[in-house]
């Protein structure tokens, strides 16, 4: 074993996901980036062995109840680690959305503003004063009676219940009932409570109407079935549900995302009248602090709240409060969020932006000799605000912690005090680590793909920027931070959209989502997940699991036994394996813990039954097939031309190491962006027409070789006569785009004008631009830069229209 004293993390013969067998010395106290392709094992290093090491030994010392439970959750697959310290993870997953959870929560700096509010608010006369709970909607004492604390009221209505009222009950007419057997038996307890369910519902009374739709009563009735032929129902006990409570109590309580959807088609939301929509108690909105009540600050920018708290208020715990909530919120400011308000709910937030969230308030916490994971902290961040993170780095690192970061942004890497670089390539042509020492030493690796990103800083290519098909018109666009915003996007181009975090972007290209002029067909590529279960994959979102199956029910095997092709889906009771019910793995329930997940005890994950793995093609079973990564199953396919197509689709866009059965659960949204764009470029192939492709930040967690991949894959869909656009910050991209639309000039309030728009080569020499000098660094020794023939294209005009001096004319 190696001394207390050691200043290395020690890592020996890790073997977790494809890492081979890897041996490697990290330092602590200090900045490490982990680099290389997608799907090298960067992660697996960082962290499926070192975090997973950390957690593991932290569960062991925390409780007996559960260690006994943790050993079933298994250790990493690594030899040993020595020197590790306790180790907190920041990643960009996201857990269960909740309206309830907010900036303010995450942070919590609502908790501080809600002690302000109690301890130094002005009370009206004579009230009492009320403790911070009374100030919190999420608790029965601060929650507006009438709305719950959700700031919304929902109603329906007899028109959103019964959308034809032509039909009777048995038929159909309450579309709001659930399906199946549970809608059968209401309709049963109606008939038994004497109400008419074969007359046309406009032919009941309005007061039996009312009753069926809007009661709150539950009466329980005998029921007797109608006998079917061949079936025997007994009577039972029947209770009475209104259509009403039924779809409140299924859109506040199901954890089913299907059920509360279709629950809310018979809602309509409008803010609460008690609350006005501020989800508090009346006695906590009559509370002020600066003159506002606590809503009302909660709904300001993060940046003007600050603002608003600067007081030379007499009262020394005022000043004590203020000064620390002022404080807190500079570290979320100084990491690019500061046009946040405290009452932004968490789903409605970027992964990088929760990611920077949970950093900022870790900045805060104090916690010295931890080693904290990070995974990619830069995502969706403007190059300008990825200076602002490494300070905050820097800041963790010198109060006494190791940060180990996975990271593609080279300003992150080249700052980097120690780089681990894993390759060579991805899948089990990856697993090694090449590079392990400071950043420098990379450029003697030779098979290393970062090497040739992070030195020879090449400048990017003069490519000919092609000229528009026609012009695409937006807005006026007022929604957010977007005040009658206006812009033109050229047709048959390639387009990127740019601006700092929170200038804008997201929502103007989300505003491209009705029908336009002279597009035929809009197809929008977001990072949302593929599925929200285990149970969605990249086989069956990509349709390849059908044509799998179709092979395995074609072998001789299968025919002799009979087998269909649902004996192949882990769907499906038949093929699976029952203990699990073909999910792979089982829940454990941890007390106090989140529950976790562990290998099935029977099948040890393989998801089906003994006797469907008896079944092969080519001499791999089923299970083994949807374990291959996209790449060995392009060799194992080659001549199954339905499957091939998907595979080299896959691979076109840089996904060849991830496996077919990769649960979408363990996705990255970049990940599950790049598979829904497969699909495209699969069907682009078959398809005449022009399409416009809209992708939001595409190169999220890809490598710079990845994004060179990706980009062939979407200059190839232009040169076919469709357009893209693309919002992103990745300059390289954005240097070989044909127009660039840059909004600014800052986030939040001080954003969501076009700053400039152009050609590439104008907006890098725009002066009002924050993209501009950035992009400029990209033209460097191309024969581009200061002065050339330019005038500053591409100023803003200060009204939300950039004019750029030589854009082509054109009729609109």
Not at 109 to 132: C, E, K, T, V
Not at 331 to 350: A, C, K, Q
Not at 548 to 556: C, E, G, M
Not at 586 to 609: H, I, K, Q
Request: glycine content about 10%.
């Amino acid at each position: 074993m190696h001394s207390p004293h050691d200043p290395y993390v020690r890592v020996r013969g890790a073997r977790e996901h494809n890492l081979r067998n890897v041996d490697v010395d990290i330092p602590r106290d200090a900045l490490v980036v982990f680099t290389g392709v997608s799907g090298s094992g960067k992660s697996s290093l960082a962290f499926g062995t070192i975090y997973a090491e950390a957690q593991r030994r932290y569960f062991e010392s925390v409780a007996p109840y559960a260690r006994r439970l943790i050993h079933q959750v298994g250790a990493p697959r690594v030899g040993e680690i020595s020197g590790l310290p306790p180790a907190v993870s920041l990643e960009q997953r996201r857990s269960a959305p909740s309206s309830r959870s907010s900036v303010g929560t995450v942070t919590t700096l609502s908790n501080s503003l809600r002690m302000l509010f109690s301890r130094a608010g002005s009370y009206p006369p004579g009230a009492a004063r009320l403790d911070s709970d009374s100030f919190s909607p999420n608790t029965a004492a601060g929650a507006c009676p009438d709305c719950h604390g959700l700031g919304l009221i929902h109603r329906t209505s007899e028109e959103l219940l019964v959308p034809d009222p032509s039909l009777s009950i048995r038929e159909g007419a309450i579309a709001a009932w659930p399906g199946a057997w549970q809608g059968k038996n209401l309709r049963d307890v109606l008939d038994a409570l004497g109400y008419d369910v074969d007359r046309p519902w406009r032919e009941l009374s309005q007061q039996d109407r009312d009753w069926i739709l809007f009661t709150d009563e539950q009466p329980v009735v005998t029921v007797h079935p109608v006998r079917e032929a061949g079936r025997i129902h007994r009577p039972y006990q029947g209770t009475y549900t209104g259509a009403r409570r039924y779809v409140l109590h299924t859109f506040a309580d199901t954890k089913s995302q299907a059920l509360r959807a279709k629950a809310e088609r018979f809602l309509t939301s409008a803010p609460c009248p008690a609350c006005g929509g501020s989800r508090l108690r009346p006695e906590a909105l009559a509370v002020t602090f600066a003159g506002r009540t606590i809503a009302e600050l909660s709904a300001l920018p993060l940046a003007e709240l600050a603002r608003v708290l600067r007081t030379d208020d007499p009262d020394p715990t005022a000043r004590v409060l203020t000064d620390d909530l002022r404080a807190r919120i500079a570290v979320v400011t100084e990491l690019g969020l500061g046009y946040l308000g405290l009452d932004r709910t968490t789903p409605t937030l970027s992964g990088g932006e929760l990611q920077r969230l949970r950093l900022a308030t870790q900045l805060r916490s104090g916690l010295f000799g931890v080693v904290y994971v990070l995974d990619e902290p830069s995502a969706g961040l403007h190059p300008a605000d990825a200076e602002a993170l490494l300070v905050v780095l820097d800041r963790l690192k010198a109060a006494g912690n190791s940060v180990f970061v996975v990271e593609h942004h080279l300003d992150v890497v080249r700052r980097a005090d120690w780089l681990v670089d894993v390759g060579p390539a991805a899948g089990t042509r990856g697993g090694l680590v090449l590079h392990s020492g400071p950043p420098a030493g990379l450029a003697e690796v030779a098979d290393s793909v970062t090497r040739r990103f992070l030195f020879a800083r090449e400048p990017a290519a003069v490519r000919e920027v092609r000229g528009p098909s026609g012009w695409l018109k937006l807005g006026p666009v007022t929604r957010h931070n977007l005040n009658a915003l206006e812009a033109e996007l050229p047709l048959g181009g390639f387009t990127a959209v740019t601006g700092v975090s929170g200038s804008g972007k997201s929502t103007l290209v989300a505003a491209i989502t009705e029908e336009l002029p002279g597009v035929e067909r809009l197809v929008t590529v977001d990072q949302k997940p593929i599925g929200r279960t285990p149970r969605s994959n990249l086989a069956t979102y990509t349709g390849l699991f059908d044509v799998v199956r179709k092979l395995f029910t074609a072998t001789d095997e299968a025919k002799a036994r009979g087998y269909r092709a649902g004996r192949f889906s882990f769907n499906v009771a038949g093929g699976r394996c029952e203990t699990c019910q073909g999910e792979g793995f089982v829940s454990v329930e941890l007390l106090f813990l989140p529950s976790t997940y562990t290998p099935c005890p029977d099948c040890r994950g393989a998801r089906y039954n003994p006797e469907t793995l008896q079944v092969t093609h080519r001499g791999l079973n089923i299970a083994e097939v949807l374990d291959l990564t996209v790449e060995a199953a392009a060799d194992f396919f080659a001549d199954t031309p339905a499957a091939a197509r998907s595979l080299r689709a896959l691979l076109d866009v840089g996904l060849g190491y991830l496996r077919l059965g990769q649960p979408a659960t363990e996705l990255s949204g970049g990940e599950a962006q790049r598979i829904k764009l497969a699909s495209e470029l699969q069907r682009a192939t078959t398809r005449r027409g022009h399409t416009l492709y809209v992708l939001d930040e595409p190169t999220t967690g890809l490598h710079p070789a990845d994004v060179e991949v990706l980009m062939r894959q979407l200059h190839g869909l232009v040169e076919a006569g469709n357009s893209v656009v693309v919002v992103e910050h990745d300059m390289s991209v954005v240097a070989g785009a044909d127009w660039v639309l840059d909004l600014g000039p800052g986030g939040g309030e001080a954003g969501g004008l076009v700053v400039a728009e152009g050609p590439p080569r104008e907006v890098a020499r725009c002066a009002g631009s924050r993209t501009a000098p950035y992009l400029a660094r990209e033209f460097a020794g191309a024969g581009a830069g200061a002065g050339g023939d330019g005038d500053g294209t591409g100023t803003g005009t200060g009204d939300g229209h950039g004019t750029g001096t030589d854009r082509p004319s054109h009729p609109l």
